[in-house]
């Protein structure tokens, strides 16, 4: 079932979207080469406790970091630890706040340094890519509209979508129905009403789409070892259009 969602309940889930928001910039502003992924999820931790919420990721389902960090292949829940970023890299940083019983959630590629020419055509076709699919939440529209928009344009550009992970609602829990995968046929799936709030995040990878998990259990890589990039934002569906909470 998909919860739409009142007035009152999208004004507390916008509330959190502000502090993912503001952590989401202040990462991209500190980030360096040499720089640890574990000094980057203290910092966000930091500013989430803040700002008055809590790490929504801390413990999720036993994930030990407060955000994800994932690197290069790496294409999303990677645990923050010791190792140092490089010149030239690509980061991905994924981030849930819950405020006051609601959730939000945004991801973002952030280059470290300066980038190869591929890595740039990547991100900037990922991130086109979510607003592709941004762009279908409308009311009256399928579910599934959002994700051929997504997988259309990744593919027009020669990338692949990552078809084992997905989006998702959100609101409550930080995961809620549905899923919300980047690729699908359009005019499929459940009828899209205001008050919808969902969580669209396109993962796509410069390779093949398949990928592996790594034996920490959490982080999952492009089985090709192929660069990948992901971008996220938390949207309602309204009586006029999308709008982006994060």
Request: glycine residues 10%; contains cysteine; hydrophobic residues 35%.
């Amino acid at each position: 079932m998909i919860i739409r969602r009142s007035k009152q309940e999208i004004g507390r889930i916008a509330d959190a979207s502000k502090i993912v928001k503001e952590v989401l910039q202040y990462l991209q502003d500190i980030v360096e080469p040499g720089m640890t992924t574990q000094y980057i999820a203290n910092a966000a931790e930091k500013l989430i406790v803040k700002r008055g919420g809590n790490p929504a990721f801390l413990g999720y389902r036993g994930f030990p970091g407060s955000i994800c960090t994932s690197i290069n292949h790496e294409v999303v829940h990677g645990i923050p630890g010791i190792r140092r970023l490089r010149e030239g890299e690509i980061l991905k940083i994924d981030v849930g706040v819950r405020l006051k019983d609601y959730c939000s959630d945004a991801a973002s590629t952030i280059k470290i340094g300066k980038v190869t020419s591929e890595a740039e055509r990547l991100m900037t076709v990922t991130k086109e890519s979510l607003y592709k699919g941004i762009e279908q939440a409308m009311e009256n529209n399928r579910l599934h509209d959002i994700s051929a928009a997504v997988q259309l344009y990744v593919e027009k550009h020669g990338f692949s979508v990552v078809r084992d992970y997905t989006g998702h609602g959100i609101g409550q829990e930080i995961h809620e129905d549905p899923q919300i995968p980047n690729f699908g046929k359009q005019g499929k799936g459940p009828r899209l009403k205001s008050g919808m709030v969902f969580c669209i995040e396109p993962m796509v990878n410069a390779g093949e789409h398949k990928t592996e998990v790594l034996l920490d259990g959490w982080t999952v890589i492009t089985a090709d070892r192929s660069l990948s990039a992901h971008y996220e934002h938390t949207v309602v569906v309204t009586d006029n259009g999308p709008i982006i909470l994060t």
